[in-house]
């Protein structure tokens, strides 16, 4: 079981706001390392959607924000796409393990 | 274009071994660390194993420790992943994985580019 927690799955209608938790403690999200999100669409490989918390690589739209605060993280889908149905991960690094680790994941469906 | 292309995956029985093989392109491959990463069907995704920019530090994750070996080869640009006393829970998909950590901040690295994946298959 993975020290960060993701609700299982969100759904929102189409042009609606949805928002996604990640739940961590002390010794990661608390302890100031930052937060990466990734998004990985049905049948392929994972990508990166945000990093350092809240910044978006090139070509990832600003539909997509991120923001952390305590021990935990938030990503953000405003606009809500059909296209953006998926499973979205964060990660961070715990240093009671001693490494990165990602979260359980979560499954957004577009009505 | 940064490419990371695996191979090796297929159908072993328990027990057996199997090596996996990343190609690296369009980037210096000896100035980033690299990571395997995997997904068993219908699960999340698990870091399995890392090895630093030079070969020189190593991870591995305690589900793997001691069946598995992760290696590189700067010259030929290919990171190699050797798998032994392969269980049925290690059945997923490999995804290699260049990681970037940013002005020296090793804590905050993550993972900027995937492979496409391979899959490996623990079965009688």
């Known amino acids: 079981q993975s020290v960060l927690t993701q609700p299982p799955s969100v759904s929102g209608a189409p042009g609606q706001r949805v928002t996604i938790s990640c739940t961590g403690s002390?010794?990661?999200?608390?302890?100031?390392?930052?937060v990466h999100w990734y998004q990985q669409l049905p049948g392929t490989a994972p990508k990166l959607l945000i990093y350092?918390?809240?910044n978006r690589p090139s070509g990832v739209p600003d539909r997509f924000s991120g923001s952390k605060s305590a021990t935990s993280a938030s990503l953000a889908i405003t606009g809500l796409q059909a296209e953006d149905e998926a499973d979205y991960y964060c990660?961070?690094?715990?240093?009671?393990?001693?490494?990165?680790?990602f979260g359980t994941g979560t499954k957004v469906t577009v009505l | 274009e940064v490419q990371l292309v695996e191979s090796g995956g297929g159908l072993v029985q328990p027990g057996g071994s199997l090596r996996l093989s990343c190609a690296a392109s369009?980037?210096?491959?000896?100035?980033?660390?690299m990571h395997w990463v995997r997904q068993a069907p219908g699960k999340g995704l698990e870091y399995v194993s890392a090895i630093s920019s030079n070969g020189g530090s190593t991870y591995y994750a305690n589900s793997v420790k001691g069946r598995f070996t992760i290696s590189r080869d700067n010259s030929k640009n290919t990171l190699d992943l050797q798998m032994g006393s392969l269980r049925a829970e290690d059945m997923a998909v490999y995804y290699c994985?260049?990681?970037?950590?940013?002005?020296?901040?090793?804590?905050?690295?993550?993972?900027?580019?995937w492979g496409q994946g391979t899959l490996v298959t623990v079965s009688s």
């Open positions: 994985a260049r990681f970037l950590i940013r002005f020296g901040d090793v804590e905050g690295g993550f993972v900027d580019y």
């Open positions: 369009g980037f210096t491959f000896s100035s980033y660390a």
């Open positions: 350092g918390n809240s």
């Open positions: 990660q961070s690094y715990d240093s009671s393990l001693t490494h990165y680790v």
């Open positions: 002390s010794s990661n999200i608390g302890a100031g390392y930052d």
